[in-house]
C-alpha cells in the first residue's frame, strides 16, 4: 500500500488523534506545573507570614501587598507616579538595549568575518568584559551626568558584551560543513556570509540578544537604586527608605512582571528570526 493510500486510512487518523492527544497533556502539563510552582510558593509565604514565621514588617503576607497595590491603584496621584516611574524604566531599557544590541551585533559579526578586526578589537573587549558594568557607573555619571543619559550608556554597555561575543563565537563555529559545500558550489564570498553561515549562527545570536535583555532590566533597576528620581528602581528604593513594604514588594512585582514580559519577547524574537528552531 502506497503512502498516500495510507495518509487517508483510519490507521493515519488514529495516529494524528494520538499526537494531538500528546501534544495536548504536554501542554497541560507545562501550565501546570509553570502556573503550580509559583501558587505553591505564594502559599507557603502566606501561611508562613500568618503564623508568625516570618516578621510581617519585613515580609509581608502576599495579601497585604495586594491590599496594598488596591490602594494604591486607587489613589490618582499614587498611580500617575507609578505610571512615570514604569515609563522612564521602560524609555531607558528601550533605547539602551537598542542601542547595545545593534552595536554588539555588528561587531561581533564584523570581528568573525574580518581576522584584521578581530585581532584590532578582540584583546580590548576580552580584557574589558569581566569589569562589572555597576563598577564604571560613577565614571559614567562623572562623564554623561546624572540624567538619562549615563543609565543608557550603562545599559548599551552591558547588552554590547553579551551580543557581541555571543555573535562573535556563532558566526566562528558555525557548522564547517555549509562553508564547505558553498565552496563546493562556488558561492560568491559575500553570499555565502550573508546567506549561509551569519543565518546558521542566528541561534548564538538571538541567545546573546536574550541574555542581554535580562542584563539590561538588571542594569536599568540598579542604576535607578543610586541615581534616578524617577522609575522603578527608584520607587522601590524609596518605598524602602520609608519603610513602606508592601510598597516595595509591589515594586519588585512590577520588575518581575517587566522580566516576563521580556523573557516573552525573546521567545517572540526566537520564532521570528530562527523559525526552524525546535519549539520549547
Same mark, same amino acid.
Given at each position: 500500500?502506497?503512502?498516500?493510500?495510507?495518509?487517508?486510512?483510519?490507521?493515519?487518523?488514529?495516529? =494524528?488523534? !494520538?499526537?494531538?492527544?500528546?501534544?495536548?497533556?504536554?501542554?497541560?502539563?507545562?501550565?501546570?506545573?509553570?502556573?503550580?510552582?509559583?501558587?505553591?510558593?505564594?502559599?507557603?509565604?502566606?501561611?508562613?507570614?500568618?503564623?508568625?514565621?516570618?516578621?510581617?514588617r519585613f515580609f509581608p503576607a502576599p495579601s497585604d501587598t495586594i491590599a496594598a497595590t488596591i490602594a494604591?491603584?486607587?489613589?490618582?496621584?499614587?498611580?500617575?507616579?507609578?505610571?512615570?516611574?514604569?515609563?522612564?524604566?521602560?524609555?531607558?531599557?528601550?533605547?539602551?538595549?537598542?542601542?547595545?544590541?545593534?552595536?554588539?551585533?555588528?561587531?561581533?559579526?564584523?570581528?568573525?568575518? =574580518?581576522?584584521? %578586526?578581530?585581532?584590532?578589537?578582540?584583546?580590548?573587549?576580552?580584557?574589558?568584559?569581566?569589569?562589572? !558594568?555597576?563598577?564604571?557607573? *560613577?565614571?559614567? %555619571?562623572?562623564?554623561?551626568?546624572?540624567?538619562?543619559?549615563? !543609565?543608557?550608556?550603562?545599559?548599551?554597555?552591558?547588552?554590547?558584551?553579551?551580543?557581541?561575543?555571543?555573535?562573535?563565537?556563532?558566526?566562528?563555529?558555525?557548522?564547517?560543513?555549509?562553508?564547505?559545500?558553498?565552496?563546493?558550489?562556488?558561492? *560568491?564570498?559575500?553570499?555565502?556570509?550573508?546567506?549561509?553561515?551569519?543565518?546558521?549562527?542566528?541561534?548564538?545570536?538571538?541567545?546573546?540578544?536574550?541574555?542581554?535583555?535580562?542584563?539590561?532590566?538588571?542594569?536599568?533597576?540598579?542604576?535607578?537604586?543610586?541615581?534616578?528620581?524617577?522609575?522603578?528602581?527608584?520607587? %522601590?528604593?524609596?518605598?524602602?527608605?520609608?519603610?513602606?513594604?508592601?510598597?516595595?514588594?509591589?515594586?519588585?512585582?512590577?520588575?518581575?512582571?517587566?522580566?516576563?514580559?521580556?523573557?516573552?519577547?525573546?521567545?517572540?524574537?526566537?520564532?521570528?528570526? %530562527?523559525?526552524?528552531?525546535? !519549539?520549547?
Amino acid at each position: 500500500m502506497s503512502d498516500f493510500a495510507l495518509s487517508g486510512s483510519p490507521v493515519s487518523a488514529t495516529l =494524528s488523534r !494520538k499526537v494531538i492527544r500528546a501534544r495536548r497533556l504536554r501542554l497541560l502539563q507545562q501550565l501546570t506545573l509553570g502556573i503550580g510552582f509559583p501558587v505553591i510558593v505564594v502559599l507557603l509565604w502566606q501561611a508562613a507570614a500568618v503564623t508568625g514565621l516570618v516578621d510581617r514588617r519585613f515580609f509581608p503576607a502576599p495579601s497585604d501587598t495586594i491590599a496594598a497595590t488596591i490602594a494604591l491603584l486607587q489613589d490618582p496621584d499614587e498611580r500617575a507616579r507609578l505610571l512615570l516611574d514604569m515609563l522612564a524604566t521602560y524609555r531607558r531599557l528601550v533605547i539602551g538595549f537598542t542601542i547595545g544590541a545593534t552595536l554588539g551585533v555588528v561587531t561581533g559579526v564584523g570581528m568573525a568575518l =574580518s581576522r584584521p %578586526i578581530r585581532d584590532s578589537l578582540g584583546p580590548t573587549v576580552s580584557a574589558t568584559f569581566p569589569t562589572p !558594568k555597576l563598577a564604571i557607573f *560613577p565614571l559614567l %555619571i562623572v562623564i554623561f551626568g546624572l540624567g538619562d543619559a549615563s !543609565k543608557v550608556v550603562l545599559i548599551a554597555l552591558g547588552v554590547f558584551y553579551m551580543t557581541c561575543l555571543s555573535s562573535l563565537s556563532g558566526v566562528l563555529y558555525a557548522s564547517p560543513l555549509h562553508r564547505d559545500v558553498a565552496k563546493a558550489f562556488r558561492i *560568491p564570498a559575500w553570499t555565502r556570509w550573508t546567506r549561509i553561515v551569519v543565518p546558521s549562527a542566528m541561534p548564538s545570536i538571538v541567545t546573546g540578544l536574550k541574555l542581554g535583555l535580562g542584563q539590561a532590566l538588571i542594569l536599568v533597576v540598579s542604576a535607578e537604586f543610586v541615581s534616578a528620581q524617577e522609575g522603578l528602581g527608584h520607587f %522601590i528604593w524609596d518605598s524602602w527608605q520609608v519603610l513602606d513594604v508592601p510598597r516595595m514588594f509591589m515594586g519588585l512585582v512590577v520588575v518581575g512582571l517587566t522580566g516576563g514580559a521580556a523573557v516573552l519577547f525573546g521567545e517572540f524574537l526566537e520564532r521570528r528570526l %530562527i523559525p526552524w528552531a525546535p !519549539k520549547s
